[in-house]
């Protein structure tokens, strides 16, 4: 499979070491330094193109590749407020997008007892749910994308929070969540429900970033040759 990186950072750079190893080619690599070849043509030539840039870069790249016809698999956070117009845009250019907030075959299980927990403990108003996420000092966004996801699950099953914050809170209708920005850490999120009883918590800690880069190769394994919209539920068979 014929693979464009667009951002060759951190997870960039990973993905491809794991892309190359499964015997994929990298035919683009777009960083800061040479956005001039980051065009509809170059990215034409890859069979699926994968996005790691950032939140303030993420919303231009993924237009560009829809625009491409090329199937896209973007692990950007940070620009989800533009979400439902990129997915319009896939559905009229009959185009192809797997988002994952988090790619991580551990993370995605984590969400799936994250929803379990969240609609055990949805009769038991004595209990207040919060959550921390820890990530490294470069990070750009807070609350990470990850914190987000969990947050909208959570929110789904316990209706009496209508809403979450990035700070402490006092409005039991508010989600807290921490953000703590420590190095070196790939990623922390705690769940935690608390009553005068006892305290329920569940923790998902990344070791390194490895699995974000092999669930994200995954994911463009199983998009290449799709069409529509997808998830990593689809990809794991969750
Ligand atoms: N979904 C996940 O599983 C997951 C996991 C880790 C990180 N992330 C997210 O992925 C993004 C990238 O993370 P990272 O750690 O690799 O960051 P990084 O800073 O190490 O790398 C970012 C790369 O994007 C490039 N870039 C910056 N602006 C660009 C632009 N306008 N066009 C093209 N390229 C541009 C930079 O030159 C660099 O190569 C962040 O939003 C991060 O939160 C997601």
């Given at each position: 499979?014929?693979?464009?990186?667009?951002?060759?950072?951190?997870?960039?750079?990973?993905?491809?070491?794991?892309?190359?190893?499964?015997?994929?080619?990298?035919?683009?690599?777009?960083?800061?330094?040479?956005?001039?070849?980051?065009?509809?043509?170059?990215?034409?030539?890859?069979?699926?193109?994968?996005?790691?840039?950032?939140?303030?870069?993420?919303?231009?790249?993924?237009?560009?590749?829809?625009?491409?016809?090329?199937?896209?698999?973007?692990?950007?956070?940070?620009?989800?407020?533009?979400?439902?117009?990129?997915?319009a845009l896939v559905k009229?250019?009959?185009?192809?997008?797997?988002?994952?907030?988090?790619?991580?075959?551990?993370?995605?299980?984590?969400?799936?007892?994250?929803?379990?927990?969240?609609?055990?403990?949805?009769?038991?108003?004595?209990?207040?749910?919060?959550?921390?996420?820890?990530?490294?000092?470069?990070?750009?966004?807070?609350?990470?994308?990850?914190?987000?996801?969990?947050?909208?699950?959570?929110?789904?099953?316990?209706?009496?929070?209508?809403?979450?914050?990035?700070?402490?809170?006092?409005?039991?209708a508010e989600l807290s969540?921490?953000?703590?920005?420590?190095?070196?850490?790939?990623?922390?999120?705690?769940?935690?429900?608390?009553?005068?009883?006892?305290?329920?918590?569940?923790?998902?800690?990344?070791?390194?970033?490895?699995?974000?880069?092999?669930?994200?190769?995954?994911?463009?394994?199983?998009?290449?040759?799709?069409?529509?919209?997808?998830?990593?539920?689809?990809?794991?068979?969750?």
């Open positions: 499979m014929k693979i464009a990186l667009i951002g060759y950072g951190k997870m960039g750079q990973a993905i491809e070491k794991i892309a190359v190893a499964k015997g994929h080619e990298i035919v683009l690599k777009i960083s800061i330094d040479n956005l001039e070849d980051n065009t509809i043509e170059n990215i034409q030539q890859a069979d699926v193109a994968i996005e790691f840039t950032g939140p303030e870069s993420a919303y231009d790249n993924v237009v560009r590749c829809i625009e491409a016809g090329v199937p896209l698999v973007c692990g950007s956070t940070g620009w989800l407020n533009k979400y439902d117009e990129v997915t009229e250019k009959n185009g192809t997008l797997l988002y994952a907030s988090n790619f991580s075959i551990g993370v995605n299980i984590f969400f799936e007892l994250n929803r379990k927990l969240a609609e055990l403990m949805a009769p038991h108003a004595d209990y207040d749910v919060s959550m921390v996420e820890i990530h490294h000092t470069q990070k750009l966004d807070a609350p990470s994308g990850t914190a987000i996801t969990l947050a909208e699950q959570v929110m789904e099953k316990i209706t009496r929070k209508q809403s979450w914050v990035n700070d402490t809170t006092g409005n039991p969540i921490l953000s703590e920005r420590i190095d070196p850490a790939p990623g922390t999120h705690k769940i935690k429900y608390s009553s005068s009883i006892d305290d329920i918590e569940i923790i998902h800690t990344a070791h390194n970033r490895t699995g974000f880069a092999s669930g994200a190769v995954l994911a463009a394994e199983y998009i290449a040759g799709r069409k529509g919209i997808f998830s990593m539920k689809e990809v794991l068979g969750l």
